[in-house]
């Protein structure tokens, strides 16, 4: 399968503990884009990589989150101090350079905070 | 106002009716224009994006865009009940952000 994989695919944390999922995206794309869903919603975009370099955040984004794409291939977002309010699908999405129309999601992680 | 505006539903048709999807905008900075399907509990897949006004076709599906107003639609011909998901407009400006609308449930009643 060489589509977008996510890892877990389903979190259930206390609140206050950390997270940390994993995002590999397709292997000839060099943009990844985080994003989050909740229910009824779209996907908002958190932010995106090009490459190693992470281009724009969301105000959504706050300093609890971070991600990283250290090497340009997989991406890990950690959520600190995770809050009942952080429970949510997060979605990766990959594209081929400028194809930002053109993005291929991951089947998401689904976060629960008790 | 917000960017992108869509009914959420739900539309429930028949079986081999038409569908019609719709979405408005307000920034007409937008270029691309895509839909995603979203199965439950599943990761959005994109269906189909044009560039501009004016239809494209695939299969059964076309897809519409009317910058002057700011109205894009999804048609979907022959529904099948496969085709009962939530679909979501999705939209990209100059800079490559990209707003999406919440989706629309839609069923196909067998």
């Not at chain 1, 996510?6 to 995206?25: E, L, S, W």
């Not at chain 1, 991600?67 to 809050?83: C, D, H, N, V, Y």
């Not at chain 2, 539903?9 to 920034?27: D, F, H, K, Q, R």
């Not at chain 2, 994006?49 to 076709?57: D, H, L, Q, R």
């Amino acid at each position: 399968d060489t589509g977008v994989s996510q890892d877990p695919r389903h979190k259930i944390t206390k609140r206050g503990q950390n997270v940390t999922f994993r995002c590999d995206p397709i292997s000839e794309h060099n943009r990844l884009y985080w994003y989050r869903q909740t229910l009824g919603q779209g996907p908002e975009f958190l932010t995106y990589f090009q490459n190693e370099a992470q281009l724009e955040k969301s105000r959504l984004l706050s300093d609890r989150f971070s991600a990283e794409r250290p090497k340009g291939s997989f991406s890990t977002l950690e959520i600190q101090r995770t809050e009942q309010g952080d429970s949510a699908m997060y979605l990766c999405a990959s594209s081929a350079p400028g194809g930002a129309y053109e993005q291929y999601f991951g089947p998401g992680t689904r976060l629960t905070v008790t | 106002q917000k960017e992108v505006e869509q009914d959420p539903g739900p539309l429930s048709v028949p079986e081999g009716a038409i569908v019609s999807l719709n979405c408005t905008y307000s920034n007409s900075a937008f270029q691309y224009f895509m839909w995603y399907r979203q199965y439950s509990r599943k990761g959005p897949e994109l269906l189909m994006y044009t560039y501009s006004s004016g239809n494209k076709e695939d299969g059964r599906f076309t897809a519409q865009v009317d910058k002057s107003s700011k109205y894009i639609s999804l048609f979907i011909r022959d529904s099948q009940p496969s085709d009962s998901a939530t679909y979501l407009c999705a939209m990209v400006n100059r800079d490559d952000k990209i707003i999406f609308g919440k989706g629309t449930r839609l069923h196909i009643l067998p």
